[in-house]
């Protein structure tokens, strides 16, 4: 079995790609992948369920 690795940069978070692996004319299926959402967004995320939860309980 032979193993292939690529390194992408610049792609943008959140965002879905599409690629084939193959050879000359020859290709295989699409596949798909989606990059991390930056972490900030899901930290203040989290943040703002948190303060919801401690709100309802004080309430």
Do not use: N
């Not at 699409?30 to 004080?58: C, D, I, K, V, Y």
């Amino acid at each position: 079995m032979r193993t292939h690795s690529a390194v992408l940069d610049g792609l943008s978070h959140g965002t879905e790609y599409e690629y084939r692996v193959g050879t000359g004319d020859r290709f295989g299926p699409a596949h798909r992948f989606t990059t991390a959402r930056p972490a900030r967004e899901e930290e203040a995320g989290l943040r703002a369920l948190s303060g919801r939860r401690e709100q309802r309980e004080r309430g």
